[in-house]
Nanobody, 121 residues
C-alpha cells in the first residue's frame, strides 16, 4: 500500500510559477513510477508528467513540455512538479499517483486527494 499526500496548490497569475509536492509513504519505491495528472471542470483526468523512482527518467505531456519539470527527493520520499509560465488552461485539480511496473504508462493504482491550481488571466 502507498499513501500519497499532495501540497502546494493555489492561485497564481498567468506567467507565474507554483511547485507541487507529493509525499509518499508505505511500500518501498525502488520500482515505482510516480505521476502527476490533472482534471479540469467537466473534463477527463489527463496525464501531466511522470518519473521513475529508480533512474529518474521523466515523461511529459506535450502541453507542458518546456514549462513543467518533475523531480524527486529520495531522502524525503517526495516528488515535485515545478510549474512555470502557467496559463489559464492549466487550471485544474492536480493529482499525484503511483504505480509499480516497468513503464510509466498504464493504470496507476494509488492516488492522492488532489490539490487545486487556479491560474488567473
Amino acid at each position: 500500500q502507498v499513501q500519497l499526500v499532495e501540497s502546494g496548490g493555489g492561485l497564481v497569475q498567468a506567467g507565474g510559477s507554483l511547485r507541487l509536492a507529493c509525499a509518499a509513504s508505505g511500500r518501498t519505491f525502488s520500482s515505482v513510477f510516480m505521476g502527476w495528472f490533472r482534471q479540469a471542470p467537466g473534463k477527463e483526468r489527463d496525464f501531466v508528467a511522470a518519473i521513475s523512482w529508480g533512474v529518474s527518467s521523466t515523461y511529459y505531456a506535450d502541453s507542458v513540455k518546456g514549462r513543467f519539470a518533475i523531480s524527486r527527493d529520495n531522502a524525503k520520499n517526495t516528488v515535485y512538479l515545478q510549474m512555470n509560465n502557467l496559463k489559464p488552461e492549466d487550471t485544474a485539480v492536480y493529482y499525484c499517483a503511483a504505480k509499480y511496473g516497468s513503464s510509466w504508462y498504464g493504470r496507476y493504482d494509488y492516488w492522492g486527494q488532489g490539490t487545486q491550481v487556479t491560474v488567473s488571466s
